[in-house]
């Protein structure tokens, strides 16, 4: 099964509830969704552009998400993950050659996983608890 270049409509309509800043940045969006990023993502808001790093000293920046509600979500081919908001805002998260990059969870075990190199692992079923969505579509 080709996984490269996939929409993540799990995500989509999901409203940002909170962002966690340790060795990874986790994003929890309504609906028990989760975005683990380990590797760099770009932030490119009202602001600019802003890079995040996970770990001890991570930028703030990605609060200013907090409340926004996900527009698009997707894969590209290469495996970075693509997320727009609402707010026009968009967040890019890397890949990395030698470690998993991102991950994104969801109900019913749902789990898609950014491998070395941009390689996609996935289990269960992406559109798992998709019939209801928080948040409205902008």
């Known amino acids: 099964m080709d996984v490269q270049g996939r929409s993540l409509s799990l995500l989509e309509g999901r409203r940002l509830e909170y962002v966690r800043l ?5 994003l929890g969006f309504t609906g028990d969704r989760q975005v683990v990023i380990e590797s760099v993502v770009h932030l490119d808001g009202p602001g600019g552009r802003v ?4 770990g001890d000293d991570s930028s703030d920046a990605l609060a200013t998400l907090l ?3 996900v527009r ?3 894969t590209r081919g ?3 993950l693509e997320l727009t908001f609402g707010s026009g805002s968009a967040l890019l998260v890397d890949v990395e050659t030698d470690v998993e990059s991102w991950a ?3 109900p019913d075990g749902f789990l898609i996983v950014c491998m070395a ?3 996609l692992a996935v289990w269960g079923d992406a559109g798992a608890g998709d019939s209801q969505r928080d948040g409205a579509r902008a």
């Open 22 to 26: 340790d060795h990874a940045v986790i």
């Open 51 to 54: 890079d995040v790093e996970p």
């Open 67 to 69: 409340g926004d509600v």
């Open 72 to 74: 698009t979500a997707r």
């Open 78 to 80: 290469t495996g970075e």
């Open 104 to 106: 994104v969870t969801g």
């Open 117 to 119: 190199h941009g390689e």
